[in-house]
């Protein structure tokens, strides 16, 4: 079984920063790709970010030039750094990793509140 565990959400003025940290735990041998989705009131799931190593990395086009990926593979996490934040940020941010052996798994979630 593996766990993820998110941190650092919540309630920023627009133009804020925030970072979300999740951490991965756990039947852990290698994880193929880590990422963040989010879904708000009323809308589906979406792709934030994700991330497969340093160099090789998708964003949303919402978050182009906002948002910074980044993981750490020794310690099995993974960082959002959102800046120039806007209402329409406003969320659950979900953690993603995909493992080889044993597939996706998701955190339970954590709240982004852009409002001033």
């Known amino acids: 079984q593996v766990q993820l565990v998110e941190s650092g959400g919540g309630l920023v003025q627009p133009g804020g920063s925030l970072r979300l940290s999740c951490a991965a735990s756990?039947?852990?041998?290698?994880?193929?790709?880590m990422g963040w989705y989010r879904q708000a009131p009323g809308k589906e799931r979406e792709l934030v970010a994700i991330?497969?190593?340093?160099?090789?990395?998708k964003y949303a086009d919402s978050v182009k030039g906002r948002f910074t990926i980044s993981r750490d593979n020794a310690k099995n996490t993974v960082h959002l750094q959102m800046n120039s934040l806007k209402p329409e940020d406003t969320a659950v941010y979900y953690c993603?990793?995909?493992?080889?052996?044993?597939?996706?798994?998701w955190g339970q979630g954590t709240q982004v509140t852009v409002s001033s």
């Open positions: 756990g039947s852990i041998f290698i994880i193929n790709t």
């Open positions: 991330i497969i190593s340093r160099d090789n990395t």
């Open positions: 993603n990793a995909v493992l080889p052996a044993s597939g996706s798994y």
